[in-house]
């Protein structure tokens, strides 16, 4: 069973950092994928980052070069480094993962909120 905890959300003033981190129960296999997606109210679920077994990365262009997707290895949390924050970016931020080859993420988090105040 693949268990997925974020921690790291939080109130941040426009501009300021955040980091979010995804902590995978031990027995995630390490070739999983995983993404780091959004919600904010009366919006669809949006698809932010992912980062592959490989640590391969791709981003959604809204968040190209103000976000990195991390993880230094398969015992490590995945990390979500935030920069440079809007009140846009104000949402629930979930964690999911994949297995490798999968298209579907089918394991989520619980989500953490983020809030950027202008």
């Known amino acids: 069973q693949v268990q997925l905890v974020e921690s790291g959300g939080g109130l941040v003033q426009e501009g300021g950092s955040l980091r979010l981190s995804c902590t995978p129960s031990?027995?995630?296999?390490?070739?999983?994928?995983f993404g780091w997606f959004r919600q904010a109210p009366g919006k669809e679920r949006e698809f932010l980052a992912a980062i592959t077994g490989s640590r391969a990365t791709r981003y959604a262009d809204s968040v190209k070069g103000r976000f990195t997707v991390s993880r230094v290895n398969a015992k490590t949390p995945v990390d979500l480094q935030m920069n440079s924050l809007t009140a846009e970016d104000t949402a629930v931020y979930f964690c999911?993962?994949?297995?490798?080859?999968?298209?579907?993420?089918?394991?989520w988090g619980q989500g953490t909120q983020v809030t950027v105040s202008s």
């Open positions: 999911a993962a994949k297995a490798s080859g999968s298209d579907v993420f089918g394991y």
């Open positions: 031990l027995r995630t296999p390490s070739s999983y994928t």
